[in-house]
């Protein structure tokens, strides 16, 4: 390790094996009762300069040289030195196990500058006094192997561990390599405090955080196993560990990998067991709930069918009553058809019979329709002329539309060239007017010199303002005295003026006992009605000693703060008088709130029983006052339970009172008496307390204080004049205060003024050398205006050529709409022609049907009748149609039975049987409508939760197998190893003539499996179960260390961490236990221990495997005064003082 100063050194008694001899057991101890061993004999021990030795013959030559040369100091050759530390370090290295702990180097970590731990594969005892830095030493293990720092329940912030005052802090941890690697592994940690991060290298190389717990986890290093590292602060919550706990720590740390496996794999099947027993559980009585509800619905299902049988009939008769209906119209469509052929036969005879005579009607007939077409005709050219002429007309319209439009926009335009031309003509006027204006200079101005005048007037301004606003404030400030002293003035009046009566003297007597409490009763005498109840002053005030003679004994049985206490008789009264009188008066007094009524407080003994044990009465009954007050008084100092007397008590009545227990308080003569009794120690356990009465301050008749009244009637005057002079002051500031105003008045008239002349000139300065700017402006202005003139008049010109082409398209128009009109003349004369031909055709046709009417009657009855069958025919082809497509949809596999069922039969037939039917249907009800379909509905969901029940079932039995498979392999074992665990705590308890038994807890519940420690520390008694309650804190650490040490020669991890673990036992366990953890931890082949404390006790076993490291560390220590510490010089002189 190297050193700095104030970091101290580490010095190590190194205990490594003879190079040529294993020594025995027997050997390897050392006795403190035996006087005759050299207790350093086979102790190997290392200096400040990290030298080692050893017990071989190097060692003995080395004594012979030291012996030759005791008056020489210093440390042995250099040359031997190295010699020897290089061969005890190869025998040491090919002790440790995989991920032992060769190496910790520590650089600015929590107490470290710069430190470096060489190890031991055994057992390693770090001792320093507290503050030293030895369990920084542990939370550098944890932190440099990548766990979190909630493991050692200290700082949560990693920045937090870097040393005060610096940026960073480095760790380095030396690992032992597994057989099948070259090298040791070397995992270095840095830690930022600025940004709290951290950053890891593994032999060097950087590496992140994940992988640094990969190789935890396969070199079995559990750091956040409490079995296996105990840092100082989670010795209590190992304690704490529940036995289920402690099993599942237990299995991380003594057994193998499976073993904790299989325990996770048995803790989900048997919650999944759980699970699943409670599904098929909750799924059976779902069942039976199910079939028990559908068993309900029985009754009115078999209703049910019956009703749908009955239904099914009717619906089936409906179909059948269809297919009649469809045959029955099929029949009589063919029927129709017949008769509409034969009429139509009989029209074409009845034709041919009378055709000769009809041929002139027919012929006649068609000349008629011949010239009706001509006349529809000419109708028609009729209308095209005219819609002809229409449009014609519209042309004319639209010509003369556009006309009046142009002429509009021309007349705008025209407006729109005159606006302009005036425009341009003021621009050119407003051009010569600005060219005149800039001819004429304008009056000189300097702004600078307008400024500096202004500033002056400003400045003066300022400064009248500011001593009329001090002349104004010192005003307010004399106003403000002179109002005090006056408030003050009437207050020594009233203080004078009370001075003449008792509750004055007792406010003066207030005041000079708690000005606070003064205070706060002024302020209560006058916000009295801002509480929900009267709230009480001082009992000093308040209350009164009816008889003067038992004033001092009342007075001896309450303290100062009693008679100076406000009492409040609401919760809500006591928190406003609280926030006034602490958060916003800021007074320091009492404040008590009594809920109890007075008259509920009964003394112990009635007056006659305390007048024969020779008391005047109770204090009650000489104090008067408000019974709030009262009632607060036997509460907080139960005076209604103290009795007072005049007279001091007999021998006889002393004791009487003594042995009735009633009476604890009591003051008699002069003398104030408590008793005391202590019921743990007996009934006889009685102690009587007595001390003489002191001389009361309160409720005793005083006269007017003449002292008080001269200083009250001195102050008076004092504030008299006082308030004189003020008022003389304060009419002085006030005149100077309007003085001042007035002058400041004047002021900044003038400096308005001075600023309106300099902003007049600047304006005209300003606006004449924008003038040439301007005109420049005012030209281009001009030119832009002629310019849109132009752009004007040719607008003009254009809209006017646009006139006259519509001009001459309408006259064109006018000529079109013209020969229109000719055209409709045309077309209207020849329709009058055609329409005197079509009269005369018309006349003919009915001269030669008048001559032929019978046969024409007789071919019209042929005709009507052909139509009345053409009718009945279509109607009744629309019944058929539609009772086919009523019938349609069975016209499939079921039509043969239809049609058989219809056969012969009339749908008048069938519905006379649907109403038989449907009349059964009424008569039969079921109470629930519903049953059938929710009986169906209840016997899915029976299936479906059948099913899910054989699945529960089969699951079930499934977790079952898979339990008993896994629990057959891991219970074995863990019994195996609880065995073994239990062997080893019993043999530890054995040898401090105690006893201890581990066993395994098994449950039901597989979750309550658990360690079970059973302990008994006196014999006599049996065992005890291990827990916070049974054992002392002492015993507890015994077991718990006696527990970890069982787990040494089972453990799975390279090593085990115990920190300050012997702090809370005696010197004889912690005796004890020391011999047996050097036992355990030091055979060979056992995991690397490490044991933290700040003590040790005298005497105790040492063995060759173990190493000590001893820290010198703190703020004063000698940097090289620890650098030249060698304990083997230490070790010499101690043979000396022991005779060897």
């Known amino acids: ?30 006795s403190p009762q035996s006087s005759t061993d050299d207790p350093f004999e086979t102790l190997r021990l290392r200096g400040g300069d990290g030298s080692r030795g050893f017990a071989g013959e190097e060692d003995e030559n080395e004594d012979e040289d030291e012996d030759e040369g005791e008056d020489e100091e210093g440390p042995p050759p250099p040359r031997r030195r190295r010699a020897a530390a290089a061969h005890a370090n190869v025998m040491t290295r090919n002790e440790f196990q995989p991920g032992a702990i060769v190496r910790v180097k520590l650089q600015n970590f929590v107490t470290y500058e710069k430190a470096e731990f060489s190890l031991g594969p055994n057992l390693n005892m770090v001792i320093g006094p507290n503050g030293t830095g030895k369990s920084s030493l542990v939370c550098a293990i944890c932190l440099g192997l990548g766990y979190p720092s909630s493991i050692l329940g200290r700082a949560s912030a990693f920045g ?26 070397i995992v270095g940690l840095c830690i930022k405090r600025e940004d709290n991060s951290r950053k890891f290298t593994l032999n060097g190389s950087r590496t992140t955080l994940k992988d640094i717990q990969n190789l935890m986890r396969s070199l079995r290093i559990q750091i956040d196993n409490l079995c296996q590292f105990l840092p100082q602060d989670k010795v209590a919550e190992f304690a704490g560990l529940s036995p289920v706990e402690l099993l599942d720590k237990t299995l991380l740390a003594a057994a193998p990998p499976e073993m904790s496996k299989w325990q996770s794999e048995l803790k989900e099947n048997f919650r999944d067991q759980k699970e699943a027993q409670r599904s098929a559980e909750q799924s059976s009585e779902q069942l039976r709930k199910m079939e028990a509800r559908q068993n309900v619905l029985q009754a009115d299902v ?13 619906a089936k008769l409906e179909k059948v009553c269809l297919m009649a209906r469809y045959h029955t119209a099929r029949g009589r469509y063919r029927a129709l058809k017949v008769r509409k052929r034969a009429a139509e036969e009989e029209l074409k005879a009845l034709q041919e019979s009378s055709a000769p005579s009809l041929q002139a009607v027919n012929q006649k007939q068609e000349y008629h329709s011949q010239i009706q077409a001509v006349v529809d005709y000419r109708k028609g050219a009729l209308r095209n002329a005219e819609a002809a002429a229409d449009e ?70 300022r400064d009248k303002k500011q001593e009329a606003d001090r002349v104004g404030e010192e005003a307010d400030r004399l106003y403000a005295l002179g109002k005090e002293r006056s408030r003050e003035k009437t207050r020594v009046m009233q203080n004078i003026e009370a001075l003449k009566s008792a509750q004055g003297l007792l406010e003066v007597q207030l005041r000079k006992i708690s000005s606070d409490a003064a205070k706060g009763w002024e302020w209560l005498k006058e916000n009295q009605n801002q509480f929900e109840k009267e709230v009480f002053g001082p009992p000093m005030l308040s209350c009164s000693v009816s ?3 038992f004033s001092q004994l009342v007075q001896s049985q309450l303290g100062h703060n009693d008679f100076l206490c406000f009492t409040a008789q609401t ?36 007056n006659a029983e305390l007048r024969a044990l020779g008391f005047d009465g109770y204090v009650t009954d000489f104090l008067e006052g408000p019974e709030p007050v009262l009632a607060m008084l036997c509460a907080e100092k139960r005076v209604h339970q103290s009795a007072v007397g005049l007279r001091q008590l007999s021998d006889e009545q002393f004791d009487r009172v003594q042995e009735g227990e009633k009476i604890t308080h009591f003051a008699c003569g002069n003398k104030l008496h408590r008793i005391i009794r202590r019921r743990e120690y007996g009934p006889t356990a009685v102690t009587t307390k007595t001390t003489p009465i002191q001389q009361g301050r309160f409720w005793t008749d005083q006269p007017i204080d003449a002292a008080e009244k001269a200083e009250l009637d001195r102050k008076l005057r004092e504030l008299l004049e006082e308030v004189s002079q003020c008022t003389a002051q304060w009419r002085q500031a006030t005149a100077r205060h309007a003085e001042l105003v007035e002058e400041q008045e004047t002021i900044n008239a003038r400096t308005k003024q001075l600023q309106t002349e300099k902003s007049e000139l600047q304006r005209d300065f300003n606006k004449w050398t924008t003038l040439p700017d301007k005109i420049e402006s005012e030209k281009r202005t001009l030119r832009q205006k002629a310019a849109e003139l132009d752009e004007a008049r040719a607008r003009v010109r254009g809209l006017e050529e646009q006139r006259s082409q519509v001009v001459l398209d309408k006259a064109k128009a006018i000529l079109g709409h013209q020969k229109k009109i000719a055209g409709i003349r045309a077309a209207y004369q020849a329709l009058v022609e055609v329409q005197l031909l079509l009269i005369e055709a018309k006349s003919g046709v009915t001269v030669l049907k008048e001559k032929s009417v019978a046969i024409v009657q007789r071919l019209e009855e042929a005709n009507h009748n052909i139509g009345i069958v053409n009718r009945q025919l279509e109607e009744t082809r629309k019944e058929a149609a539609s009772a086919l497509e009523a019938v349609e949809p069975y016209m499939g596999p079921e039509k043969a039975e239809l049609l058989q069922l219809a056969a012969g039969r009339e749908p008048e037939d069938i519905e006379g049987d649907m ?31 059948r099913a899910n029940h054989e699945v529960q079932e089969t699951r079930l039995a499934d977790l079952s197998a898979k339990i008993e498979r896994v629990k057959s ?42 360690i079970e420690i059973r302990v008994r520390f006196r014999q006599g008694e049996t065992l005890q179960r291990l827990d916070q309650h049974r054992q002392s804190g002492g015993e507890r650490a015994v077991s718990t260390i006696f527990y970890l040490m069982s787990l040494q020669s089972m453990a799975q991890a390279p090593f085990r961490v115990v920190d300050e673990i012997n702090q809370g036992m005696d010197p004889r366990n912690e005796r004890m236990v020391h011999e047996r953890m050097v036992e355990i931890a030091c055979r060979e082949h056992t995991s690397q221990y490490f044991l933290i404390t700040p003590k040790l006790l005298s005497g105790l076993r040492y063995d060759e495997r173990m190493r000590v490291h001893t820290i010198v560390s703190g703020e004063h220590v000698d940097g090289e005064g620890t650098e030249n510490m060698n304990f083997a010089m230490f070790a010499k002189i101690q043979r000396r003082v022991m005779g060897h």
């Open 1 to 30: 390790m190297a050193n700095q100063p104030l970091q101290g050194d580490r010095v190590d008694f190194d205990h490594t094996d003879h190079p040529l001899s294993t020594p025995s057991r027997a050997s390897s101890r050392f």
């Open 160 to 185: 937090e561990f870097v040393k005060h005052g610096k940026d960073e802090a480095e760790i380095e941890i030396e690992l032992q390599r597994k057989p099948s690697h070259a090298q040791n592994y």
């Open 302 to 314: 078999e209703k049910l069918q019956e009703r749908r049988e009955i239904q099914e009939t009717i």
């Open 392 to 461: 014609a007309l519209g042309l004319i319209d639209a010509a003369e539309s556009r006309s009046q439009e142009l002429s509009t926009n021309i007349e705008a335009e025209k407006s729109t060239f005159a606006v302009k031309k005036q425009e341009l003509g003021k621009i050119r006027k407003k051009i010569t007017d600005m060219g005149a204006m800039y001819k004429q200079a304008p009056r000189p101005f300097d702004g600078a010199d307008w400024n500096r005048r202004i500033r002056e007037q400003d400045h003066l301004g």
């Open 547 to 549: 008889d003067r003679r």
């Open 571 to 606: 919760k809500n009264d006591h928190k406003k008088l609280s926030d006034q009188f602490y958060n916003r008066m800021r007074i320091t007094v009492t404040i008590r709130t009594c809920l109890t009524s007075y008259n509920s407080f009964q003394p112990p003994l009635p």
């Open 915 to 945: 109403r038989a039917e449907q009349a059964k249907l009424e008569v039969i009800q079921a109470n629930n409508p519903q049953a059938l379909e929710e009986f169906e509905n209840w016997a899915r969901r029976i299936d479906t939760e």
């Open 969 to 1010: 392999q891991w219970e074995p074992r863990l019994d195996e190893l609880v065995g073994e665990i239990n062997g080893a705590f019993g043999h530890n308890f054995e040898q401090i003539s105690c006893a201890g038994e581990v066993g395994v807890h098994k449950d039901e519940d597989f979750d309550k499996w658990a």
